[in-house]
């Protein structure tokens, strides 16, 4: 049974950091493409940033230069490093590996 969790969101300011981190099991992580997402209540959900096995990366321009992602395949995780947050920041962010699997989400909010 895959497994996603997350971990590290929270309460920031403006301007401050956090960094998420996504620990998978029951896949062969080193062989997937691992992504974030995020929801805020009442619109869809966004691709923030995937990870390819190859470690090439993707970003939504919103987050471009200030948001990077990244995986420790010996560990079997993804991390968010999240930097110059903003209030639209704020939103649950979610570890996805395409197609199907989700974990949970992790609360950010950003307050101004």
């Known amino acids: 049974q895959v497994q996603l969790v997350e971990s590290g969101g929270g309460l920031v300011q403006a301007g401050g950091s956090l960094r998420l981190s996504c620990v998978a099991s029951g896949i062969i992580f080193r062989l997937n493409v691992v992504a974030w997402y995020r929801q805020v209540p009442g619109k869809q959900r966004e691709l923030v940033a995937k990870?390819?096995?190859?470690?090439?990366?993707t970003y939504a321009d919103s987050v471009k230069g200030r948001f990077t992602i990244s995986r420790d395949n010996a560990k079997n995780t993804v991390y968010l490093q999240m930097n110059s947050l903003n209030p639209e920041d704020t939103a649950v962010y979610y570890c996805?590996?395409?197609?199907?699997?989700w974990g949970k989400g992790t609360l950010v909010t950003v307050s101004s």
């Open positions: 996805n590996i395409p197609p199907n699997y």
């Open positions: 990870v390819s096995t190859a470690s090439t990366t």
